[in-house]
C-alpha cells in the first residue's frame, strides 16, 4: 500500500467541496433570476430622430433568458460532474481506511483516521487524541511529527 492514498483522499474530498460550493453558487444565481426583480434587464433606448433633436426615449425590459439557459446548462454539467466525483471519493475513502486500518500502531491509526478521515485540524487531533488517551501529553506538534515520521518509515 502506498502512502499517497491518503493525500488523494485529502485532495479529493476538497475537490467535492469546491464543486458543491460552485453548484449552490449556481443554484442561487438561478434562483435570482427566477424569483426576484434581479434577473430584469433593461435599457433605454431613443425613438428616432426629427432633424438633430430625438423624438423622445424608451425604456425596454425583459428575462434575460440566453443567460437563464446557460446556467442551468452549467449547473447540471457541474451537478453531474459532482455526482462522478463523489462516486470516486467514496472508493478513495475505502482505500484510504483500508491503508489505516492495515497500520499496527494503534496510537498512529487513530491520528490517522482522525486527521485524514475525520478531517480536523493538528489541533483537533490533539485535543481530540487528549480526550481518547485521557492525558495531557498530547500537542498539534506532537501529533503531527509522529504522523511525519510515520510516513517517512513506510
Not at 472508493?91 to 496510537?107: L, N, R, T
Request: include cysteine.
Amino acid at each position: 500500500m502506498e502512502k499517497n492514498i491518503l493525500q488523494d483522499y485529502t485532495n479529493a474530498k476538497a475537490r467535492v467541496k469546491y464543486l458543491r460550493k460552485a453548484a449552490e453558487k449556481l443554484e442561487k444565481k438561478i434562483e435570482r433570476l427566477e424569483y426576484t426583480g434581479y434577473g430584469l434587464v433593461g435599457d433605454t433606448v431613443s425613438r428616432g430622430k426629427r432633424g438633430k433633436k430625438p423624438l423622445g426615449t424608451v425604456r425596454i425590459s425583459g428575462f434575460p433568458v440566453p443567460e437563464y439557459q446557460e446556467t442551468v446548462c452549467q449547473l447540471k454539467l457541474r451537478k453531474k460532474k459532482l455526482k462522478s466525483e463523489e462516486i470516486k471519493l467514496e472508493k478513495m475513502a475505502s482505500e484510504a481506511e483500508q491503508f489505516i486500518e492495515a497500520v499496527q500502531d494503534m496510537e498512529i491509526r487513530n491520528i490517522l483516521s482522525l486527521y485524514y478521515i475525520d478531517g480536523m485540524t493538528w489541533v483537533q487531533v490533539a485535543h481530540e487524541m487528549n480526550i481518547l488517551y485521557c492525558q495531557e501529553k498530547y500537542s498539534s506538534e506532537s501529533c503531527r511529527k509522529k504522523h511525519d515520521r510515520f510516513l517517512k518509515k513506510i
